[in-house]
């Protein structure tokens, strides 16, 4: 069973436009939602994070959007570049577990 | 920075065969991690290690057997090859009570 659904599966984006990828859980105790991104050839990487007690955490282009009561949270990736073409998964972690609970992954293309 | 590497980048082996994928990380982290990622199924854990010798069954550890003799060290090993175990297998690292997992580049295995 997928503790963490992510849609959509792949997306498509002009260069310069808003990539918007959405996550949801059920396990009301996950209190750390990363973010990775995974570039072709390489593995998973920590691209930005977000714990519960905050609506929103920005780091450069890059946002994550978290709404506690719908279990939801989303990765918006502002002015796309080409170079952000790559797969992102969603993950969840709670206190006390010792693994990362991901996402099905979306792939991103971003067009010149 | 974390370096967590695989023993190999690509990987062809025969149905029947016994496999071993090996996994080397240089940070100290007590967490160990085997992935496989498989397109529209995501990262699906296979099996952990919290210690060395202590091992834990991950969400598809059937037809796997892993490894941990020292710290540094975890190795996947598949009994008897099958052509549904063809996959990339991606190897993770933490350390004890951080969330942030650091992953290897990855071995494509094909099963003929």
């Known amino acids: 069973q997928q503790q963490v659904k992510q849609s959509p599966q792949s997306l498509i984006v002009q260069k310069g436009g808003i990539s918007i990828i959405n996550c949801a859980y059920e396990?009301?105790?996950?209190?750390?939602f990363p973010w990775y991104q995974q570039f072709p050839g390489k593995g998973p990487a920590l691209l930005i994070a977000?714990?519960?007690?905050?609506s929103e955490k920005k780091e450069g282009r890059f946002t994550i959007s978290f709404n506690k009561s719908a279990k939801q949270f989303s990765l918006h990736i502002m002015d796309s570049q080409p170079g952000d073409s790559a797969t992102y998964f969603c993950?969840?972690?709670?206190?006390?577990?010792?693994?990362?609970?991901f996402g099905t992954g979306t792939r991103l293309t971003v067009i010149p | 920075d974390v370096k967590v590497t695989q023993s190999s980048r690509y990987l062809v082996k025969r149905t029947g065969e016994k496999v071993f994928l090996e996994c080397v990380q240089d940070?100290?982290?007590?967490?160990m991690f085997w992935y496989r990622q498989d397109p529209g199924l995501g990262l699906r854990l296979i099996y952990f290690s919290y210690d060395v010798k202590m091992k834990e069954k991950g969400d598809i550890p059937e037809g796997y057997s892993v490894s941990r003799e020292k710290k540094e060290r975890f190795s996947l090993i598949l009994e008897s090859a099958s052509t549904n175990q063809t996959s990339m297998y991606l190897c993770?690292?933490?350390?004890?009570?951080?969330?942030?997992?650091?992953f290897g580049p990855g071995t494509r295995l094909t099963v003929l």
């Open positions: 977000i714990r519960p007690d905050v």
């Open positions: 396990n009301t105790a996950f209190d750390y």
């Open positions: 940070m100290d982290h007590e967490n």
């Open positions: 993950a969840a972690h709670y206190t006390g577990a010792n693994n990362l609970f």
């Open positions: 993770a690292t933490s350390g004890p009570g951080t969330d942030t997992q650091y």
